[in-house]
């Protein structure tokens, strides 16, 4: 155990992670020098800007922007973090919004327009409810974790001081989304019925949305090319010994979501081209 490699990493809370946390998951290979961020998202920018980190819980929208400019990192398929998103974009409860093509000329919130709930969310509004998401203009607080980024137009940053929630109580703002737990006071969601809408979607589809993977130094997976199936098999005695009742890890079964999401990415304009799963996910990692 004392020649294990040791690799600084950050996770988010949990519940199938939590032994890898508390040490119940071990492997004679690898040791995971466990680092808290909070909130977890600042772990996705300082794995992208060169910071010392070598495993990373990170937003799948931030990995593929991270490839995209040749970042030297090298995604794992294990979905960490996933959910439905047609309740997450919301409006004043008094609001005259009656549903998603109301947004049309109006402007909408979320912390960045490369945040991977905004871009599942503008996925289903076009896909599922033929909204024109060039006739909203995106109101953003925050740049994109990848420095080299730039918002396409129709994304303006607001720079005034106040909170996306505050933006919208005051009327500055139609909408908002990308809150990961939505609190319910004063709000309601845009689409009716929300989290039935999301469930049928969901059925008649296939996918559901994943949102966070994890990304290894490249570097390493290279050097050590047994140790992307270790981390693999560690992630998934963590998840069986947890009890916690995800979808399953793995390339094929998330292939699907994965993909509709990197064909959302495109449509937005994140990236120039759609980018293929498998450019992603290279066979040594999977």
């Not at 509004?125 to 137009?153: C, F, K, N």
């Amino acid at each position: 155990m004392a020649d294990r490699l040791i690799l600084r990493t950050a996770l988010g809370k949990h519940d199938h992670v939590k032994p890898l946390k508390d040490g119940s998951i071990q492997s004679d290979r690898v040791q995971l020098d466990l680092t808290e961020f909070d909130p977890l998202p600042k772990a996705f920018r300082h794995m992208v800007r060169d910071g010392d980190l070598d495993v990373s819980e990170m937003a799948l929208t931030t990995h593929l922007l991270a490839y995209h400019f040749r970042k030297p990192l090298t995604a794992l398929p294990l979905p960490l973090w996933r959910r439905l998103h047609h309740s997450n974009l919301v409006c004043a409860s008094d609001s005259t919004i009656a549903g998603p093509k109301d947004l049309e000329g109006k402007k909408v919130g979320v912390r960045a327009y490369s945040q991977t709930t905004g871009v599942w969310i503008r996925g289903i509004l076009a896909s599922q409810y033929g909204v024109d998401l060039s006739r909203i203009t995106w109101v953003t607080m925050e740049d994109a974790h990848v420095a080299e980024y730039q918002d396409p137009p129709g994304v303006v940053r607001h720079t005034g001081g106040k909170p996306l929630r505050d933006l919208l109580l005051s009327g500055e703002l139609a909408a908002i989304m990308g809150e990961r737990d939505v609190d319910p006071s004063h709000v309601r969601p845009v689409i009716a019925d929300a989290d039935a809408a999301g469930e049928k979607w969901s059925r008649e589809t296939g996918i559901f949305p994943v949102n966070h993977v994890v990304s290894v130094r490249t570097e390493l997976l290279q050097t050590h090319p047994w140790l992307g199936e270790e981390l693999m098999r560690m992630f998934e005695a963590a998840r069986e010994k947890s009890g916690a009742r995800t979808l399953p890890y793995g390339l094929e079964p998330n292939r699907a979501a994965m993909q509709m999401l990197l064909d959302f990415a495109a449509a937005q304009r994140l990236t120039p081209r759609t980018y293929r799963v498998d450019e992603l996910l290279p066979k040594a990692a999977r």
